[in-house]
């Protein structure tokens, strides 16, 4: 009997840390990033980041901290107290002021092939964020492509 109200316990605190039952996790992508300042041994980037809730509740998140990955290399650091809204199965922009080091800005140009750009640059975005609807930290991991010239095809209507 001890043991079955120890792990009933542990299951009703499990579940207060998370969010509803039911609920799926926002994803996170990135939207832009825009150059604040160049130094000599950091950056400071303007990341915009696209959280977008699939549930039919708003969301608040209230921290968000991440680590940009590009052409599979780190590439910046960011952390966010701002709450930002989002609304029930909708999307909004987190700005986020972001670091980079100069080394790994130096291996990024390195890495960069003439072609590259116009293909789009490969991204990833791992991190954590809280919700107003829970109260432990919740990861995120999504990878996408950013920028490139192709042309979506079909015919326009």
Not at 15 to 30: D, H, I, R, Y
Not at 122 to 141: A, E, L, N
Not at 148 to 157: C, F, L, R, V
Request: a positive charge; aromatic letters at 8%; one cysteine or more.
């Amino acid at each position: 009997m001890q043991r079955l109200l120890m792990a009933l316990l542990a299951l009703a605190i499990a579940a207060c840390s998370g969010l509803p039952f039911n609920a799926v996790a926002p994803k996170v992508s990135v939207a832009d990033v825009t150059i604040k300042s160049l130094g000599l041994m950091e950056q400071r980037l303007d990341v915009g980041l696209r959280i977008s809730n699939p549930n039919d509740f708003d969301l608040t998140i209230v921290a968000l901290e991440f680590e940009l990955e590009v052409n599979g290399h780190p590439f910046a650091n960011g952390l966010s107290h701002k709450a930002t809204l989002v609304p029930a199965v909708a999307s909004a922009l987190l700005r986020v002021d972001t670091y980079m080091q100069s080394k790994d800005l130096i291996r990024q140009f390195k890495r960069l092939s003439q072609g590259a750009l116009a293909a789009g640059v490969p991204y990833r975005v791992k991190g954590r964020f809280k919700t107003d609807k829970s109260s432990g930290w919740m990861p995120f991991d999504h990878g996408g492509v950013y920028g490139g010239d192709e042309k979506p095809q079909g015919k326009a209507i």
